[in-house]
């Protein structure tokens, strides 16, 4: 097997756990609200809730966050996908069908 070595130039080198800036706008935009394709909403217990971070790690869309000592949902942006249900490690999460709240799916006035 042939092993071959790209030289990258050092000014675009990227450092070690290095963070990326955003081009513009950065934000949060309308457009890209996506918590009304949720089906099923995750419910977090905070009694059993560890402060483990899997779910926060694991979220494609970085709807879970940390506040303060507790994890919180962004359901703007949760699309109810249950990643973070299945990786929670002491069963902390529970998905519950959206209808079951007041007001159902955040909704967005416009599309696009």
């Known amino acids: 097997m042939k092993s071959y070595e790209v030289k990258i130039a050092k000014e675009k080198l990227l450092p070690e756990a290095g963070i990326v800036k955003a081009p513009s706008p950065n934000g949060e935009q309308e457009s890209m609200i996506t918590g009304c394709w949720r089906v099923l909403r995750p419910v977090i217990d905070h009694e059993k809730c560890t402060m ?22 962004k359901l703007k942006y949760c699309k109810g996908c249950g990643i973070c249900a299945d990786v929670c490690p002491v069963g902390a999460i529970e998905r519950v ?6 007001g159902g799916v955040v909704r967005l006035e416009k599309l696009f």
């Open 52 to 73: 483990c971070r899997s779910c926060w790690i694991f979220c494609p869309d970085q709807a879970i966050e940390v506040k303060g000592e507790e994890m919180a949902v």
């Open 97 to 102: 069908p959206e209808l079951d709240f007041e």
